[in-house]
């Protein structure tokens, strides 16, 4: 399956504590996007990346959210110190260029809950 | 962010009948999306629009983009339980990059 991958899909933290979660493009794709979604609402954009920039990442938080996407290896989406607010379903997107048209890509998502 | 409103937020109907669900904006798209979305999984892209006035067909699934790309309308036919699921839409700006989601309409089908 060359699908976009996430990992980890569950993953349960106290507050105060780190998430790291990751997304693995689709073959060839060097575009990566990740999205926010809480209950009954739409996804929300958080930040855009290439291959070692970043692109927009301005529905990010300015505190305790961080993302790359490193020359190798996955996205990764770094929330520090979290809070219960930060319990919601992380989707990372991907694409082969810039996202036109239905060329965006879905993971299967990464679902933060915080204690 | 430009806004994108969905309706109705839930649905429920018997397996057999006829549905539609709106997708409606004050803002104008290049092109507008629809997605399907399971529980626990993540969005599945349906069809996208380009063109004001245009109309695809997926077996039973019509998608409608208004004349002045502002709306759009998903349309199921005899629906099915495997038609069970959150409907979004996403409309993209011209000059943009990011994606803006409504909300969603959960749509059950009952046996």
């Known amino acids: 399956n060359a699908g976009v991958m996430q990992n980890p899909r569950h993953l349960v933290r106290r507050r105060g504590q780190e998430a790291r979660l990751r997304c693995s493009p689709m073959?060839?794709?060097?575009?990566v996007y990740w999205y926010r979604q809480l209950p009954e609402e739409g996804l929300k954009f958080m930040v855009y990346l290439q291959k070692e920039n970043i692109i927009d990442e301005s529905g990010m938080p300015k505190e305790r959210f961080s993302a790359e996407f490193p020359k190798e290896g996955p996205s990764i989406l770094r929330i520090q110190q979290v809070v219960r607010g930060d319990s919601a379903a992380y989707f990372c997107?991907?694409?082969?260029?810039?996202?036109?048209?239905?060329?965006?890509?879905f993971g299967e998502g990464s679902r933060l809950t915080v204690l | 962010t430009q806004l994108l409103e969905q309706s109705p937020q839930f649905l429920s109907i018997q397996e057999g009948e006829n549905l539609t669900v709106y997708c409606n904006s004050s803002s104008v798209f290049s092109s507008l999306q629809w997605y399907r979305q399971e529980p626990g999984e993540g969005p599945v892209l349906l069809v996208t629009v380009v063109t004001g006035g245009e109309v695809k067909k997926l077996k039973r699934l019509t998608f409608q983009f208004g004349d002045a790309r502002k709306d759009s309308s998903l349309h199921i036919t005899a629906a099915q339980t495997g038609d069970t699921g959150l409907y979004l839409c996403?409309?993209?700006?011209?000059?943009?990059?990011?994606?803006?989601f409504g909300a969603g309409t959960t749509v059950t089908v009952r046996a």
């Open positions: 073959k060839g794709h060097s575009h």
């Open positions: 997107a991907s694409s082969l260029g810039i996202q036109r048209t239905g060329e965006l890509f």
């Open positions: 996403a409309g993209e700006d011209t000059n943009d990059y990011k994606l803006s």
